[in-house]
């Protein structure tokens, strides 16, 4: 079983930043598609950022970038100037032809 791991959430002041990492158990390389997820209270988990395995990565959010350590399997989601609306469970996940991998979530709170 493919094992995912957030961590890097936690309590940030508005207008501050945040680097978030995902570990993935296995060869981040194996998988056709990676991507950062968010979800908030109450509310649908959405895309935040994607990096494919061929191609160029992609933000639906201009203050958060996506990146990956292949040596390490790991991708990192560094986000800036951070709101308090930005305040959710972020979550990594690892997809490939039948086959679809979620971590846990790291709660990031911004708050002052």
């Known amino acids: 079983q493919v094992q995912v791991m957030e961590s890097g959430g936690g309590l940030v002041q508005p207008g501050g930043s945040l680097n978030l990492s995902c570990v993935v158990s296995?060869?981040?390389?194996?998988?056709?598609?990676m991507a950062w997820y968010r979800q908030r209270p109450g509310k649908e988990r959405d895309l935040l950022a994607s990096?494919?395995?061929?191609g160029a990565t992609h933000s639906v959010e201009g203050r958060f970038t996506v990146s990956r350590d292949t040596a390490k399997n790991t991708i990192h989601l560094h986000m800036t100037n951070l709101k308090p609306e930005d305040t959710a469970v972020y979550f990594c996940?690892?997809?490939?032809?039948?086959?679809?991998?979620w971590g846990q979530g790291t709660q990031v709170t911004v708050s002052s």
């Open positions: 996940n690892a997809e490939d032809v039948g086959r679809d991998y």
């Open positions: 296995e060869n981040i390389l194996n998988f056709y598609h």
């Open positions: 990096i494919p395995r061929i």
